[in-house]
């Protein structure tokens, strides 16, 4: 079974516009982590974002949120006012407890911003 | 803002040869990763270390593969003998004792 589900290959969203990619995630484990990362086209990983699972606050970084609803396992990152520049992939990571903090991805949902 | 960097940016080797990956992670962090990436797939965990020891790795992780941390700043992946599905952006990641991991920009490595 998978343990990060991203059900949206790609995503458009207008520019200004705001958008949530979703991460679903599986783990029986009560302590864990979740993180969003974005991949420009030029490769790079770039943390965004990342939520506790004991955390009673939603995270949020500036334009970056994250909609954690722990009943319903789903992480969702929001992303409020897109720029061009958000245009990138997005990848939803778990860590699990006792993993050496090791993280397991999934397989990514790809963002297109338009003018 | 202290960063990890990677070198090469980009390795193109022949099957069968000896690569070695190179990283430097940010200057007091303790925990080090490799992760690969095939084109146009997930980012997948090969191996962490701490404390100048393997402290987890994957079933990706066979023999072929060694890390080491020669002085105190490198942390290097090898390869001993590669195949063409060793083709992948490979990404060295550290941590200090907080959750955040922080990744490198990758080095692309590709065999023919």
């Known amino acids: 079974a998978q343990k990060i589900t991203q059900t949206q290959p790609g995503m458009f969203v207008q520019e200004k516009e705001a958008v949530t990619l979703d991460c679903t995630y599986d783990?029986?484990?009560?302590?864990?982590?979740l993180f969003w990362y974005k991949q420009p086209s030029s490769g790079e990983m770039i943390f965004l974002i990342y939520q506790g699972s004991y955390d009673e606050q939603n995270a949020t970084e500036g334009r970056y949120s994250l909609n954690f609803q722990k009943a319903r396992k789903s992480a969702n990152l929001v992303i409020s006012a897109s720029q061009l520049g958000d245009s990138a992939m997005y990848f939803c990571a778990m860590r699990e407890a006792g993993s050496n903090y090791k993280l397991t991805f999934g397989k990514g949902t790809l963002l297109t911003v338009n003018p | 803002e202290p960063e990890v960097t990677q070198t090469p940016s980009h390795q193109v080797t022949q099957m069968g040869q000896e690569v070695i990956l190179r990283c430097v992670p940010i200057s007091n962090h303790l925990y080090f990763y490799w992760y690969r990436q095939i084109l146009g797939q997930k980012v997948e965990f090969l191996v962490s270390?701490?404390?100048?020891?393997?402290?987890?790795k994957s079933e990706i992780f066979d023999d072929q593969f060694s890390v080491e941390r020669p002085d105190g700043s490198n942390f290097t992946l090898k390869i001993r003998s590669t195949k063409l599905e060793d083709s992948a952006m490979y990404f060295c990641?550290?941590?200090?004792?907080?959750?955040?991991?922080?990744f490198g920009p990758g080095t692309r490595l590709t065999v023919t």
């Open positions: 990641a550290s941590r200090i004792d907080t959750n955040e991991q922080y």
């Open positions: 270390f701490y404390n100048n020891e393997i402290s987890e």
């Open positions: 783990t029986s484990d009560q302590s864990y982590g």
